[in-house]
T-cell receptor
């Protein structure tokens, strides 16, 4: 099992550019999440998907959109990147038995 | 979800037990205590969780007080690789999406 994978690992954007962060899990989990982590801070929830076909806003959804493409994949899109979106983005999926979340390695995004 | 309070930092000597406290005085009856850790630049990693009984797994032990208002994560024989930020999170079990609210956590530094 690869667990939770994220692409790309690093990305530099200019203000106003768009991009999509990809996330996939191979553990057959229903729930998936996108978090961002700013320097010296804890993680904050951007969007989540309780199950295939559903998505909901988290704590900091402004400036982002998501797509739950299928059970495995959950993508995060920045339509018009801003410097305030410079952060590390983590994707996670949730196990059914214990409810713990499994996190990917993160995408480090810099918006100039 | 109940708020948690953790010390900002702790030190521990390698080979000794690391005891990380967490206060969650407003915890309600259906809320679980979860512990995660984040090693520098990596995604958070699940450690252990519990409702009211003490729990032990291959990584750590979790001691929850009888009134459930506080808990302690115990790493029995800390190694240098246990240096990380440790997050205590309280959340309702059995929710459909299992949102995690991350605070500042405790920076544990294990010294040789």
């Amino acid at each position: 099992n690869a667990g939770v994978t994220q692409t790309p690992k690093f990305q530099v954007l200019k203000t106003g550019q768009s991009m999509t962060l990809q996330c996939a899990q191979d553990m057959n989990h229903n729930s998936m999440y996108w978090y961002r982590q700013d320097p010296g801070m804890g993680l904050r929830l951007i969007y989540y998907s309780a199950s295939e076909g559903t998505t909901d806003k988290g704590e900091v959804p402004n400036g982002y959109n998501v797509s739950r493409l299928n059970k495995r994949e959950f993508s995060l899109r920045l339509e018009s990147a801003a410097p305030s979106q410079t952060s590390v983005y983590f994707c996670a999926s949730r196990g059914l038995q214990r409810g713990e979340q499994f996190f990917g390695p993160g995408t480090r995004l810099t918006v100039l | 979800d109940a708020k948690t309070t953790q010390p900002p930092s702790m030190d521990c000597a390698e080979g000794r037990a690391a005891n990380l406290p967490c206060n969650h005085s407003t915890i309600s009856g259906n809320e679980y205590v979860y512990w995660y850790r984040q090693i520098h630049s990596q995604g958070p990693q699940y450690i252990i969780h519990g409702l009211k009984n003490n729990e032990t797994n291959e990584m750590a032990s979790l001691i929850i007080t009888e009134d459930r208002k506080s808990s302690t994560l115990i790493l029995p024989h800390a190694t240098l690789r246990d240096t990380a930020v440790y997050y205590c999170i309280v959340r309702i079990g059995g929710t459909s999406y299992g949102k995690l609210t991350f605070g500042q956590g405790t920076i544990l530094t294990v010294h040789p």
